[in-house]
Structure formats: structure tokens, C-alpha cells
């Protein structure tokens, strides 16, 4: 199997590297904005040959898109009309319009198409959603979420990320999604700039908070920042009737206690998301192998991910308008 990777960056280098690895991909192929980048990765990482983005389309089997977020809808669009199998970083786009159209085109076209909402691989959160399919949970009260950047994005990026919710809090909307087994009916969100007035030049905040309510009952609770002094923060507390159980907690979670004997800050807390979800990104892409290779139907599909944006869609509104939003106000 020939392997395309679209734009190598930190996540298409990374990428690259996991697809050199697999036993099934001959051969990977790379393509950048940045033909010299490009290079140097095939060098660095020995991970294939480069080429021109049409050239790339021809030739290979299958495609990963880790380019700018701005051109992931168009490179969709022209893998759908090849008829490649596709992996794609998260978000299609950051519009509800532009990322329905894409998935419509996906849908007629019939390509397996897999986004990259990595915590869907994660061990912890892959247990959180064994526990609750199989009862274990019992009846799901609450779900609290934690998502904390260690240091803000670089203010270049801020405007177009899309704003808090739909650039960072998508990955919790579609991991309480896939770990609960329950859709979001209605949220209330806020949030504000409390320490990066650059996040204000673009309409956006740096703190956020979301209230969710489920369609099986249960409540979900998300607070969201874009800084974090000890490190970076990503957990998940299930509270049920049957067990109480968290995802994120180990030696490297950057919170300490106060407590008399309690648990210090460790030296060597989570500095980014590469390193928390380092082998979660590994196995998705193993995932997509099977999938392009036709073993298995896709994981993560671009219905997945326009779910996730509703919601991201929806608190934004919550927030600009101070008052809860059912999710059927977005269409």
C-alpha cells in the first residue's frame, strides 16, 4: 500500500514516521506548502519520497491530510473525487455549512473517510467506554471534563482557529460522544479573557465553561483554558451509581494536592498533546491502515465529526447570547 501524507507538520511528521512502521504501507509519500520541509522530513525520518499534491493524488492508495485546517475541505473533496480512503486531522472546517457539504460529498462519493479525534484510541478512554456499555457505571450521573493547555497558541493562529470551543473543546464534545454512548441535546457556555488579551482582538477567550445536558439524562461539566502553569491537562471523571472512575490521572497529570502527604507536582507532567496522547496517535493510524486496506469500516467518521462541531457551534452561541441552546437550534 502506497500512503500519502498531505502537509508535515508536527502531526504529518509524526504520522509519517507511524506509517514508515506498518508492516502493510510499501511506501509513504509526502507533500507540503514547504517543498524543502518536505524534503528534510523524507530525510530525517525516512519516511518515503516527496511530491507535488496532484502528483501525490494519482499515484497513491490511500491519503492522510495534516495541512492547515484551512485547506482540509478542499483536499477532502479532491480525495472523495479520486475515490481515495482518507484520514484527516480534525475539524473538516469550522463552519456547520461548508462541513455539511463535505460530508455529503463523502457520503455519495463512498470513500472511508477517518478523522483525527485521537482520544477515541486512548486506552483510558476506551475503558471509560467499556465500563459504561457494559454497566459497570450504572447509571451515569456526571461527567466532568478537564481541558487545560499548558502555554496560549501563537496570536497568528488564534484567528483562524475558529474560537476555544471548535479549535480545543471539539476533542471533549466528541469524546463524551464516543465514551458515554449519548448525544448533547442543549448546553450552556461561557467564558472570558482573563490573563492573553490578544484572545479578545479576535473575539475569542482564553477561559471557558460548559454546562451539557445528554440525551440519556446525564449531565456533563467542561471547563477549558488556554493555559495550564504545571502542564497539559486532559481528564475525564465518570460519577455513576455503580463506580466513580477517572481517565488522565497518572504520574504525569500536572495537578498537585494540598493535603497533608498529598501527591506533589511531578517533574515530568505532560507537556503537550503529543506526548499525553502519544500512543493513541499510533493507533489510529494503524486504525486507518486496516481501514484503507478495507478491513474495517472507519472509526471516526465525518458524521462523527460534524456532531462534534454542533455542539462547539451551539456553545459559541450559548456564550454570545448568555443563554442555554438546544442542540436542535443547529441545524
Not at 460530508?103 to 470513500?111: P, T
Amino acid at each position: 500500500m502506497r500512503v500519502g501524507v498531505i502537509g508535515v507538520g508536527r502531526m504529518g511528521q509524526t504520522h509519517a514516521v507511524t506509517l514508515g512502521s506498518i508492516a502493510d504501507v510499501d511506501s509513504v509519500v509526502l507533500t507540503d506548502v514547504d517543498a524543502d520541509r518536505a524534503e528534510q522530513v523524507a530525510a530525517d525520518a525516512g519516511a518515503g519520497t516527496v511530491a507535488t499534491t496532484e502528483d501525490l493524488l494519482a499515484s497513491v492508495d490511500a491519503v492522510v491530510i495534516a495541512a492547515a485546517s484551512s485547506a482540509h475541505a478542499d483536499l477532502i473533496h479532491a480525495c472523495a473525487d479520486a475515490g481515495l480512503p482518507t484520514f484527516c486531522e480534525k475539524p473538516i472546517t469550522t463552519d456547520l455549512a461548508s462541513t455539511a457539504e463535505v460530508v455529503e460529498h463523502v457520503r455519495r462519493a463512498g470513500i472511508q473517510l477517518q478523522m483525527g479525534f485521537q482520544r477515541r484510541f486512548d486506552a483510558g478512554f476506551s475503558s471509560a467506554r467499556d465500563l459504561v456499555a457494559d454497566g459497570t457505571i450504572g447509571t451515569l450521573y456526571v461527567v466532568r471534563m478537564a481541558g487545560h493547555d499548558p502555554a496560549p497558541p501563537h496570536e497568528d493562529y488564534i484567528p483562524a482557529s475558529g474560537g476555544i470551543f471548535r479549535d480545543f473543546s471539539v476533542h471533549d464534545f466528541d469524546a463524551l460522544r464516543f465514551v458515554t454512548g449519548q448525544e448533547t441535546v442543549e448546553v450552556y457556555a461561557d467564558g472570558a479573557v482573563l490573563n492573553f488579551p490578544q484572545f479578545e482582538r479576535y473575539g475569542d477567550v482564553d477561559t471557558g465553561v460548559v454546562a451539557l445536558r445528554l440525551s440519556g439524562g446525564s449531565f456533563g461539566i467542561l471547563s477549558v483554558t488556554r493555559h495550564d502553569p504545571l502542564g497539559y491537562d486532559i481528564r475525564m471523571e465518570l460519577l455513576g451509581s455503580g463506580d466513580s472512575v477517572v481517565v488522565g490521572w497518572d504520574d504525569r497529570l500536572p495537578l498537585r494536592s494540598i493535603e497533608s502527604g498529598g501527591r506533589p507536582a511531578p517533574a515530568d507532567a505532560y507537556a503537550n498533546f503529543q506526548q499525553r496522547f502519544a500512543e493513541a496517535y499510533r493507533a489510529e493510524m494503524h486504525a486507518f491502515v486496516d481501514v484503507a486496506a478495507g478491513r474495517r469500516p472507519s472509526p471516526c467518521t465525518a458524521e462523527d465529526a460534524l456532531e462534534a462541531m454542533r455542539v462547539a457551534v451551539a456553545c459559541d452561541r450559548s456564550r454570545e447570547e448568555h443563554r442555554p441552546v438546544r442542540l436542535e437550534e443547529v441545524a
